[in-house]
C-alpha cells in the first residue's frame, strides 16, 4: 500500500511519535486475533491513544508536536479555536488551545436532548475558524459529525488533526475532502511497523503478519471477517 509523501519534519514527528506510542505500550500487535475497528474494518493492529493522557512526559511532547504541525501546517493566525471531538478528542483539544492560546469547545457525537439540546459545548462565536481534534482515524468518515455540527453552529471548518492516522485504508480521506476538510496527523501505522522492527517490539510472527495487512489491508479484513471492497 503506497503511502502519503511527507515532508522530513512530518516523517520525522510520526516516528518520534511511533516510539512514544511504544514506549507506553499503546501498540497493540495482534494478528492471530483481529481487532474489528469502528468503521468495520479488521485489523491485526490496534492503537489506544487514549493511554497518553496518563503519561506527563509523553503527551507533552505529543502536543509539542501536535502545535508544531499546526503552525506548520494550518497556521496559527488562521485558527480561532481549537474543537475536541467527544470523548477523546477532548484532551487533545484542551491541551493544544492552551498551548496556542486560543479558545475550545467540544462537540458532542449527538445533541444533548435536553437543556439547550447542545452539540457544541463552550463559547462558539459566527465566523470562527475551528480546527477540529480527535484522537486517531481510520477512514475519515466519524470526523464529518463532528465537522458538520461545527458547520451548523457557525464556524468555518476546513482541518482536523489526529495523534495517529491508520493511512492504510484506500479512499481513505476521500469522505473528508468531499466536504473541503484536510485531515493533518503525527504518526501512522508505517512508523510505527518501522520503529517497531528497529527496536524488536515484537516477535518476527507479529511483525510479519502486520506487513501482509499493509500489503492488501482491504484484503486482509476480507478475509478475516472485517468489511471488504464495497
Keep these: 500500500m503506497p503511502t502519503v509523501s511527507r515532508t522530513p519534519e512530518q516523517k520525522e514527528a510520526g516516528l518520534i511519535t511511533a516510539r512514544i506510542l511504544l514506549e507506553i505500550k499503546a501498540v497493540n500487535f495482534r ?18 491513544c487514549r ?36 470523548t477523546a478528542g477532548i484532551p487533545y483539544a484542551a491541551w493544544m488551545a492552551e498551548a496556542m ?14 437543556g439547550r439540546n447542545a452539540q457544541i459545548e463552550g463559547d462558539l462565536k459566527e465566523g470562527d475558524r475551528v480546527l477540529l481534534v480527535e484522537d ?3 477512514d475519515g468518515g466519524s470526523k464529518l459529525n463532528f465537522v458538520r455540527a461545527l458547520r451548523t ?48 517490539a515484537f516477535s518476527p510472527e507479529a511483525i510479519a503478519g502486520v506487513k501482509e495487512f499493509l500489503a492488501d489491508p482491504i484484503g486482509w479484513s476480507e478475509s478475516h471477517g472485517g468489511k471488504g471492497a464495497d
Design 101 to 114: 492560546s486560543v479558545p475550545m469547545q467540544y462537540v458532542r457525537k449527538k445533541p444533548k436532548g435536553f
Design 153 to 200: 453552529a457557525g464556524a468555518q471548518v476546513s482541518d482536523c488533526f489526529v495523534i495517529f492516522f491508520y493511512g492504510v485504508f484506500p479512499g481513505a480521506l476521500k469522505a473528508l475532502e468531499a466536504e473541503g476538510v484536510t485531515m493533518h496527523y503525527l504518526a501512522n501505522w508505517h512508523d510505527v511497523l518501522q520503529v517497531a522492527e528497529e527496536q524488536k
Design 31 to 48: 494478528p492471530e486475533e483481529p481487532y474489528t475497528l469502528t468503521a468495520g474494518w479488521a485489523s491485526p493492529v490496534y492503537i489506544d
Design 51 to 86: 493511554k497518553i493522557i496518563s503519561f506527563v512526559n509523553a503527551r507533552r511532547k505529543i502536543i509539542e508536536l501536535a502545535v508544531a504541525n499546526s503552525e506548520r501546517e494550518e497556521g496559527f493566525t488562521t485558527i480561532d479555536s481549537v474543537a475536541g471531538g467527544e
Design 136 to 138: 486517531l482515524a481510520t
